[in-house]
């Protein structure tokens, strides 16, 4: 019998009056908030403004959710459409159900939209979200904790968490591989913000060193999880997907390292760069002050056109004066 074991909530939602408060959704808005906050410090130590990454997070965490969703919808369709299924239950987001890949792949998209719009780099944007990323995961995490889901092996020790009967699960105490993710992802975090430290880290090799190290846990961690899931030579199809992203991040971190060295000097340009981006300069280079130097080179041209017939005037009527007193100089 296991005498000490992690509780489980005894349900998963509150009601206040008509409107039910869930815990899974307290976690993915506190997880949503603290990435944005840590972010907005990073940005704005990296010469960014303040305001922007959130500006930008408007775009891709909608996407992140639609795209989460979408993704564990797909890879675990016979939850939704086998036999005995209802296919409504595909958009109950709250009864949990995001892919971590999925989000990340169309919060992307929706990021890119938004850097676009700002003219803004998305990989130094991506570096600068990278570890708050990994902190909303570990926030998020917990989500499955309320609904008593993500649990891994049977085991009886200390920090077991206790699984009630319910629907598609056993009454036990199990390995609580939400609480080992969110653990490795807070240590995530920290490996990424020191690493952005020591070897000041640009380009989006921050953002791919958070996925190769994310990815090196969630491999083991997938490994201990013992709910439906399917299989591709003997593995979980996660750990099939952590072992292709490990080897893109980590491909990414050497080939980049070598062509772009170093990190963005300017993160976020001046309106008037943007602007000029738009106006005609693709890449959004040329300075304001020149543009506007530019703009003045033809009223100066134009000042010194109109100061030539004036000076000419003078010059032509001395020359007349003088033609005029040459003959009085002869008469004298």
């Known amino acids: 019998m296991n005498l000490a074991f992690i ?7 509150l009601h206040l009056g008509p409107i039910p408060l869930r815990g899974y959704a307290f976690c993915i808005i506190i997880g949503v908030f603290v990435a944005v906050w840590l972010g907005n410090k990073r940005w704005i130590a990296r010469g960014g403004k303040p305001g922007t990454v959130a500006d930008i997070a408007v775009w891709a ?3 992140g959710l639609v795209g989460g969703r979408l993704y564990h919808v ?3 369709y016979q939850l939704y459409f086998g036999e005995d299924r209802d296919w409504v239950d595909a958009f109950k987001i709250w009864e949990g159900g995001l892919g971590i890949w999925g989000a990340i792949a169309l919060g992307a ?3 890119w939209i938004g850097c676009r719009r700002r003219g803004i780099p998305l990989p130094a944007w991506a570096d600068a979200l990278a570890p708050g990323i990994a902190l909303a995961q570990a926030c998020g995490r917990w989500g499955n904790w309320f609904n008593q889901e993500l649990y891994g092996r049977a085991t009886d020790l200390p920090w077991a968490v206790e699984i009630t009967d319910g629907p598609n699960r056993v ?3 199990y390995h609580p591989t939400f609480l080992y993710e969110s653990l490795w992802c807070v240590g995530v975090a920290l490996l990424v913000i020191w690493a952005d430290r020591r070897f000041t880290l640009g380009h989006g090799r921050a953002f791919a060193l958070y996925v190769a190290a994310y990815c090196v846990g969630r491999g ?4 201990m999880r013992v709910d439906e899931a399917h299989h591709i030579l003997g593995l979980r199809l996660n750990v099939w997907t952590s072992i292709f992203l490990f080897v893109l991040a980590v491909t990414y971190l050497v080939l980049s390292a070598k062509l772009r060295p170093g990190r963005e000097e300017i993160v976020e340009p001046e309106p008037g760069a943007v602007a000029g981006a738009k106006d005609g300069d693709p890449d959004g280079d040329t ?3 020149e543009a506007g130097a530019e703009g003045e080179v033809a009223p ?5 056109a109109g100061a030539d017939p004036v000076d000419s005037g003078g010059e032509a009527g001395g020359k007349d004066e003088n033609k005029a007193e040459a003959p009085g100089a002869k008469k004298l």
């Open 287 to 289: 300075p304001a002050g």
């Open 109 to 111: 998209v929706g990021a």
């Open 61 to 63: 965490v909608p996407f």
């Open 171 to 173: 009454a036990g105490t």
């Open 74 to 76: 797909i890879t675990d």
């Open 300 to 304: 100066a041209a134009e000042d010194e």
């Open 220 to 223: 083991w961690i997938e490994y």
């Open 7 to 13: 509780p489980s909530p005894s349900t998963g939602v």
